[in-house]
């Protein structure tokens, strides 16, 4: 009875998760709120990016953990692109995590992911439990589909930074083949006159 119970609680409390995607105005933070109790397990996956399909630069922010009250930082990341924090809350209350763009760039963006594990006994690590196994194999599931969300973004950046260097290199190459066609023409029309004969009469 007792293992029924805890498997209850488990399936009802156990894991929590949610994917975000949030734009930070220039020079303004955005803060977001959750109620733990003590020994709950927080952890946040963020990556900063950009939404201008044009933009190939990779750009960073800063993250803050606060915890009950804002009373303590439990964690901070200063000019990240990307983060993975984990913090086992120390006590009951609101904790506040925030995404701060200190910079001109209006269009920068946040794709963030919230994880959270409910403290019950039968979460043993040591645990042989097909509870437990199930939740393990959860976590693994989520943490493939972040890492995946990440690997978007960068073949993102990365794709549009090779289009701008192709761009770059394309026009480089006209410039040079104008060159080239420039200095041949002024190459034959010099050396014409000077094998022109001119005669005084």
Known sequence: MK??????????????????????????????????????????TYQFGDRNPESYSQLYGDFILYGPNNRDVLATEKSSSHGDIKVIAPAKGK?????????????????FNIHGVVYVDVDDENSNTLDSSIRKLSKLIREIKDEQGYIVIRERTHRNTAESTNDRVKWWSVFQVGVVVANSIFQIY???RFFEVTSFV
Do not use: M, W
Request: hydrophobic share 40%.
């Open 190 to 192: 010099y050396l014409k």
């Open 95 to 111: 904790y506040e995590y925030c995404f701060s763009n200190g910079e001109n760039i209006a269009t920068k963006d946040v794709t």
């Open 3 to 44: 293992f029924t119970v805890q498997l209850l609680l488990t399936s009802l409390l156990a894991i929590l998760a949610n994917a975000h995607n949030v734009l930070i105005p220039a020079h303004s933070r955005r803060c977001f709120y959750e109620d733990l109790n003590k020994g709950d397990e927080l952890a946040v």
